[in-house]
């Protein structure tokens, strides 16, 4: 057995590996349509001596540096057909094993869903709906009189990482300012994606639209707090399609509750969901989604087929474009 499906949920993997994926892979690399899971894995571990290339996604199990090297001898690469490979990916990499994944085909949606609430927020269109039903036609116009449009506002966007680059590429077509906080992004860098770089408290205060892209790892936990929201302009929105844990949470409600004007729209949170009875919920000025800026239905097999491309250039010996490094983990979401 060359290639392998290894995963702890069927009905994932083969929405990411659509049948045209998987037939091709078979034709490659020999591998079947079936799942593989952990306890497999450890029920049998002379079956997969001979396995040199895993195929996953969401729901890909943890091994130690030492089980990987017990039970899959053979193994070269592992093609993550998914988004961050934070639990898995380290002990892979330490045991020699190669590591790509599909980051970049699930930020196309984030990117995607971030650009659609960055035009409606410079629009007014969440203040304005909350003040419509509120308080009538009259607030809402007097509201949207006061917002300046998709025409010269100034977007915030912190970390410029496959996402927020992506973003800020696609909000191009706009004519819009954007300022950028990233500690690993470089001036050279800036100037090429043609934003300027700032610090937190300034994009604050400057942007309209702040939207959070930031790595998720210790040094970003916590990072978003009640000093940086309310430095918020007047009707200014926040979005978070990153993580929920770089929020002070407590902190952002009560922003909310003191700052009627200001919205925040949540796609995470921490815990995710939240608790039940979180002020999140009743909020009027804050609007929840389950997690749904990543890839969903159809989107899904953008990242098959991205891990499909890496394999065949891997294999062929040629340039592969989605390999991760352990010094990679340190910023990558």
Not at 174 to 198: H, N, Q, T
Request: glycine share 8%.
């Amino acid at each position: 057995m060359k290639g392998a499906f290894l995963c702890e949920s069927t009905s994932k993997i083969f929405k990411v590996y659509d049948d045209n994926c998987v037939k091709a892979l078979n034709g490659l690399c020999g591998i079947e349509k079936k799942v593989l899971s952990r306890a497999e894995v450890v029920a049998e571990p002379e079956a997969f001596k001979d396995t040199e290339y895993i195929f996953s996604t969401w729901g890909m199990p943890r091994f130690s540096v030492e089980e990987i090297k017990r039970y899959f001898p053979s193994l070269q690469c592992v093609f993550y057909g998914a988004g961050s490979v934070q639990s898995f990916a380290r002990e892979f990499l330490r045991a020699g094993v190669r590591v790509f994944s599909a980051w970049a085909a699930n930020a196309v949606p984030v990117a995607e869903f971030t650009v659609a609430q960055i035009v409606l927020s410079n629009k007014g269109y969440f203040l304005t709906n909350r003040l419509y039903r509120s308080k009538g036609n009259k607030a809402a116009k007097s509201a949207f009189s006061a917002c300046k449009g998709n025409f010269g506002e100034t977007v915030g966007i912190i970390g410029a990482g496959m996402v927020g680059r992506l973003v800020i590429k696609m909000l191009k077509q706009y004519k819009l300012k954007v300022i950028v906080f990233d500690p690993f992004l470089s001036e050279e860098s800036a100037r090429e994606l043609g934003v300027e770089k700032c610090g937190l408290e300034e994009l604050f205060s400057r942007a309209f639209v702040i939207s959070n892209h930031l790595a998720d790892n210790e040094k970003t936990k916590g990072m978003l707090g009640y000093d940086l929201f309310s430095r918020m302009r007047e009707n200014a929105v926040f979005i978070n399609t990153g993580r929920g844990a770089q929020v002070v949470e407590e902190e952002l409600v009560r922003i909310l509750k003191e700052r009627e004007d200001i919205s925040a729209l949540l796609d995470v949170t921490y815990p995710e969901p939240p608790v039940e009875g979180h002020p999140f919920y009743t909020l009027p000025n804050c609007l929840l989604t389950p997690h749904i800026a990543g890839s969903g239905g159809d989107e899904v097999a953008r990242m098959g087929d991205y891990m499909l491309d890496e394999f065949c250039a891997y294999i062929n010996s040629a340039p592969t474009s989605y390999e991760v490094t352990e010094k990679m983990l340190e910023t990558m979401a």
